[in-house]
């Protein structure tokens, strides 16, 4: 899991990416709505990359409800810390990993979905 303030950097770089702007001109203080006028559109863009980049399930309703940057950002970390929110197929949803020893003098079979 990302600390916070690598979290805090990707979603700088991702919202700056979507708007247009320097990343370093986004503070956790900073009010998308106020200050850049986002709408509902590019939000939704935002949110699409940061599930992408993290693999992360996002509620809509976390961005609409964020009231800057650092806020969405707590509330991103919080969903990364909790693996019940994390997206089908990342590797935090799939935490649970068989191993089964092999059998001497058997060929190696893969893991379901690893090509051989």
Not at 3 to 27: C, F, N
Not at 80 to 94: E, I, N, V
């Amino acid at each position: 899991m990302p600390t916070r303030e690598e979290l805090a950097a990707t979603v700088r770089t991702v919202v700056s990416d979507v708007l247009g702007t320097d990343p370093e001109e986004l503070r956790e203080r900073t009010s998308l709505a106020e200050e850049y006028g986002i709408d509902s559109l590019e939000l939704m863009e935002v949110g699409a990359r940061l599930e992408r980049t993290l693999r992360l399930r996002i509620d809509p309703d976390d961005l609409l409800s964020a009231r800057d940057l650092g806020h969405a950002v707590d509330l991103l970390h919080a969903r990364l810390a909790d693996p019940a929110t994390a997206a089908p197929g990342s590797r935090t949803a799939d935490a649970v990993i068989t191993l089964t020893p092999a059998t001497p003098g058997a060929p190696a079979t893969p893991a379901p979905g690893v090509p051989a």
